[in-house]
Every structure is written in C-alpha cells, then in structure tokens.
C-alpha cells in the first residue's frame, strides 16, 4: 500500500452507509427495503459464482472513508498517511479547550463488514501455508483476495475491493488498528493506557492529543502479543513486561494483563524518522548553532570523549547519532545498545543489542557487550545509556585511549557528575575527569512553540587539589531571553592546538572552515544522511580542494565527478 502523506483539506464528507435495522428503528422504511434488496442480490452473486475483473484504483477527490465534524468541534487540520485509504482530520473543541486526533479509514457496509470477517478467516491459511505464495508481497494478497471473492460468486465494485484489501492488508502486514498512526510522519509516541480508554499521540505540532481510536480487552490482549511476536519476542502472563524494537526500527515497552497495570495491557511506541537527523538538521532545527557544530567536529576527529543528557524526548540520542557522522571514515565503530535506535552510515560498524534470557540461556547485558567490545580494538565505542556497572567499564576504555560516546539522563552538568559519582554508577572520581564534554539538552518552550536546544556544553576538567572537587565550565550555553548561545573560552580547543603543534592562527583557521563547509551546506540544503557523511569524508581526504569548491560556489549536492 503506497503511503502519501499530501494535505488535502477539500474532501467531501457525507455520512456512512447505515445498517438495515437501525434504518427500520429510525422509520427509514424504503430505504431498509433497498438496502435489504442490495445484501439479497449480492447474496445471489455469492451463490451463482462470478469472474472477478481487479483494477487498481485510482486516487479522485473522494476518499475511501468519511467524516463529521463533531458538535461543537472545529476543524483545524487534514492530511493524508495513506492515500487514499486512510487520512487524519485534527479537531479543537471549544468547550474542553483542547484538540482531537481523528484517524479516519475506508467505510464498511453491513454487508462488507461480514465479508471482512469471513474473508479474514478464510485467506489465511492459503497466505501461511501456500509454498507458491509470498504473503510479504502485496500482489499475493490481490491475488488470493480476488480468488476468493471469486469463490464466493462475488462481482465487487473496485472501491468495494480496496477497501477489504486495505483492511486485510492493515491487519496481516500493517500494525492493525494503529497503523495509520505508525505511518504519520508528525507522530513521535503512541500511547495505549489500558482497556477501552482512548489512544493518545505525541504530535510534532499538537503535542499529547486524543485520538478515536481505542482496544476492548481481548482485543487488546492480542494486539500486545502480537507486536511482541513481531518482534521476534514472547510475552506472556508469567512474564507480562517487555521491551523490544518493533520491525520499522519503532521502539516499544509492552505490558500484557492487569498484574502489572492495573487498567488492562498497555503499551508506548516511540516512533524514529525513517532516515537519521544530520548535524545540518540540527542547526536548521536551532538545536545547534554552526559555531557549536564546528566546534563538536573538531573534538570528534581529534577523539574526545562525550555524553549527551538530557531529559525524556530532548533529543539525546538524535543528537549523539548525528555528530557521529563526524567520524573520521575506516575509523572502527562499535555501538552497544538495548534496544536498536542508532543509524550510522559508516563503512566500518560494528552494532551489537543486548539480549534478556530465553528459555534456559542466559542474558547479554550491556555490561557483557562492552567487555566484549574493547577486545575488537574499536576506535570509537557508542553505548545508547549508561545507567548502570557497565559505566565503569565505559570510562576504563576511556583511560586506555577509546573516544566514546552515550547518554545519559539528567538536566545540567552537575546533576551528570552526581549521577555518575554515586548509586548505582559508582565511577570514582578520578575516572570521571577521563571524560571530555558534556552536552546536556532541553525540551522547552519558546516563542509558542515547543523546541529542543543544548543548553549547554560544558568541558569537564581536573579534579581541584583544595576542594578535592571535579572542575568544570561551559564552553556554549543558550540564552533562552534571545535563543541564542554565548560562547566561552574553551580548554579542550587549547589541547587540541598543542596536540597538532598549531598557532593560535591556525586553530581558529581550522574552527572556520569547518563552520564555513557546514554553513554552505546548510543554506544548499544537503542535509540526506549519505551526502552528508559523502561529503565530510571528502573534506577528511582532501579539505583544500573540498573548500576551493566551496569558495568557487561549486554544487556540493551531486557527487564529484572522476574516477
């Protein structure tokens, strides 16, 4: 099913077809009678047998399903997730002062809905146990559709046709009910509370909002069984609580029965962009300035050490991949995580996920991971968290000359050297100042608008010989008055000069040809992870002939041409 998320906010809506006997409840006597007639020819057809012609269907003004705005409800906003099957319509009430997210998908008649039902039912072993079918390609489910409906002596009208194609193909490959939240590219978080209660989103414009959509408790209970099949793991009343990563890269915690969560199964998908955030969407989100980009460019390549922290939702693993683009290319990657959220577009990548037992095994903790790691002689190590003994470990291969990175989650530099000095980290401190720079990052409020921004960068430095406190100062903090970020003096740009045996001329040459190449990139718009990285490992192979094409204004967007 192609996905097509064009805004089109000129659909008609005209009601639902309505069932036979709430039409003879209503008094709508002649029509129940056409109605009646309808079910009874298309009952006939089943009974005589039919050829059934498949078209596509091509996409017109009118959508497979329709809406009314509730009472007092206005329309604020629609869009296509996946035209022209399914479409989002954002409501404001006025009374509650607050928005509602309506999924809208194709209507079903009476007659359809048990169509859907009986066809659910009878093609699924033809897709699961046909040796000649692929049931991962969608023209295995056209096919055995249509030659069902054939067997039924059905001759559907096409609309008819995509629409239980469209919930068939929802239901075995899609991710059921929640599937066109899934495909919404403005939707960050799903949450699903309990039995019967209503679905709520994390929307890039409306933030928490209420959706129609919602799970009886059975229905609920398998639903959570079976994202936790799909991704390859098992869930069960004996252990009813798992997190996992859903097949699209979505991370998801699950929890199955009422043990745990008292108002019934329950679950949190967080959703990923398709392709990672680069370090020129950083800047254009504001999160970053170019300045603080060059700046973390230089650390990077001259292998400094870093955490990012941060609240929930700030950012910090979005971040921490995107400067990993600022590895130097054939340098060795290895990444250790819990559940697989980092992209790397890097030849030289080695990534490992832990693994909790199953049946008589034993667990792969991070722990287990990074030990594992230091004896592939990586160069650079990403963990996605510390949190726990495997902290020490992480700042012993900082010792012994690894650049690594992670998160963590706190809300300032202090907090950061608290956490990773006591329970249950437990780094002592004289480890601790083996670790370079702290990026803490903050999902605010500015101007009317939510927004993530680095609070602040801060340089860790020696432990005071009279305090027996560790040092430390900020290199950039944001000023929130202005959105803007001041700039200190920096010790680690200092290190970095007397390493290289540059001048102070040549260090600050070097800050600005980097801030030049990235600003370039910016205002060209190269901001596809690939031609990105493409491009910085061009600079790492040859940074004069990469600025003589900058400053001559050359298109960095194609690849250069030669052999």
């Known amino acids: 099913m192609q996905q097509d998320t064009t805004s089109d906010t000129n659909v008609p809506t005209s009601p639902p077809d309505r069932g036979v006997f709430r039409l003879l409840r209503d008094g709508d006597f002649d029509v129940a009678v056409s109605e009646s007639r309808r079910i009874l020819r298309r009952t006939v057809e089943m009974l005589r047998g039919s050829t059934l012609n498949v078209r596509p269907l091509i996409p017109d003004d009118t959508p497979l399903g329709t809406f009314d705005v509730p009472a007092g409800h206005e329309e604020v906003d629609r869009y296509w997730v996946n035209a022209p099957y399914a479409y ?6 006025t009374n509650a002062t607050a928005h ?95 039995y019967d209660l209503p679905l709520f989103v994390y929307h890039d414009e409306y933030t ?51 043990e745990v969560t008292p108002r019934g199964s329950a679950f949190t998908v967080r959703l990923y962009a398709e392709e990672p955030f680069t370090p020129i969407d950083l800047v254009e989100y504001g999160t970053f300035s170019i300045e603080q980009m060059a700046y973390l460019w230089l650390c990077i390549e001259h292998n400094k050490s870093l955490i990012f922290a941060g609240g929930t939702a700030s950012g910090k693993t ?73 902290a020490v470990t992480l700042f012993q291969a900082m ?14 530099i202090e907090t950061v050297i608290n ?40 340089e860790i430095g020696d432990i005071d010989q009279r305090t027996g406190e ?53 205002e060209a718009g190269i901001s596809d992870y690939r031609r990105f990285t493409a491009l910085i490992n061009e600079y790492y192979a040859d940074a004069d002939d990469v600025m003589a094409r900058v400053e001559a204004n050359e298109d960095l967007a194609e690849p250069k041409s030669g052999i």
């Open 419 to 458: 956490r990773l000095e006591n329970e249950p980290i437990n780094v002592p401190r004289a480890m601790v100042q083996s670790l370079d720079l702290l990026c803490v990052q903050t999902l605010t409020r500015h101007d009317g608008e939510r927004v993530r921004r680095s609070q602040a960068i801060g």
């Open 470 to 522: 560790l040092d430390y100062s900020a290199a950039f903090s944001w000023r929130p008055d202005d959105d803007t970020f001041d700039q200190s003096d920096s010790s680690l740009l200092d290190e970095i000069q007397h390493e290289n045996g540059w001048s102070r001329t040549e260090l600050r040459r070097e800050l600005r040809r980097r801030e030049q190449f990235l600003r370039y990139l910016l």
């Open 208 to 258: 928490d909002i209420e959706t129609n959509i919602s799970f009886e408790s059975e229905e609920l209970d398998n639903f959570v069984v079976r994202l936790a099949q799909r991704s390859g793991q098992h869930i069960s009343v004996g252990d009813p609580v798992l997190g996992t990563t859903l097949p699209n890269g979505a991370r998801a915690e699950l929890a199955l029965g009422e």
């Open 399 to 412: 010792n012994t000359g690894h650049t690594t990175f992670s998160t963590m989650h706190a809300d300032s």
């Open 318 to 390: 979005t971040s921490m991949n995107a400067v990993s683009m600022f590895v130097p290319p054939r340098s060795k990657v290895l990444s250790i995580e819990d559940t697989r959220e980092l992209a790397l577009y890097h030849d030289n990548w080695l990534s490992s996920v832990t693994r909790e037992r199953l049946h008589d095994d034993t667990d792969i903790t991070m722990y287990d991971l990074l030990r594992s790691a230091l004896r592939h002689r990586p160069e650079y190590i990403i963990v996605g968290e510390v949190r726990g003994e495997e």
């Open 100 to 194: 509602y997210f309506h999924v809208v998908e194709p209507d079903l008649d009476e007659f359809e809905s048990s169509l859907l039902e009986r066809v659910r039912t009878d093609i699924r072993d033809p897709l699961l146990y046909n040796l000649d079918v692929d049931p991962t390609r969608d023209d295995a489910l056209v096919t055995e559709l249509a030659s069902l409906l054939e067997q039924y002596g059905l001759e559907l009208e096409m609309r008819s046709f995509h629409t239980l194609l469209y919930y068939l193909w929802r239901d075995f490959h899609g991710y059921g009910p929640i599937d066109p939240l899934m495909s919404d590219p403005h939707i960050e978080d799903i949450s699903c509370d309990g």
């Open 88 to 93: 989002v319509v954002v409501t404001f009430d």
